[in-house]
Nanobody, 126 residues
């Protein structure tokens, strides 16, 4: 079974950077993504990466965040730059062993993924 463990969250100032990591076990191939959820809000997709390496980003983070994957270490990363207070949320990584997708945007949808980490908190202050 798949197990995902996020790390790297913390408190940063506006404009700062942070790098999140997600170590996956029981998972060798498929699609992965980063999602976030602020109190009172629904969980939303932030960035996704297909088994083919293609990536997609939410408009709100495009140009600021970078998703990447280290296949050898089986680790997913999210490089977060120019952080803003509205980025404050609990960030979750997700994995789906299915390699194929119809639309790349599906990798930003919660319904695509059945495996989730426990989350790591990111707080951005002004």
């Amino acid at each position: 079974q798949v197990q995902l463990v996020e790390s790297g969250g913390g408190s940063v100032q506006s404009g700062g950077s942070l790098r999140l990591s997600c170590v996956a076990s029981g998972f060798t191939a498929g699609c992965m993504g980063w999602f976030r959820q602020a109190p009172g809000n629904q969980r939303e997709g932030v960035a996704g990466i297909g088994n083919d390496g293609r990536t997609i980003y939410a408009d709100s983070v495009k140009g600021r965040f970078i998703i990447s994957r280290d296949n050898a270490m089986n680790t997913l990363y999210l490089e977060m730059n120019d952080l803003k207070p509205e980025d404050t949320a609990t960030y979750y990584c997700a994995a789906d062993p299915r390699r194929q997708y119809i639309f790349l945007s599906d990798l930003l949808a919660t319904w695509r993924f059945g495996n989730w980490g426990q989350g790591t908190q990111v707080t951005v202050s002004s």
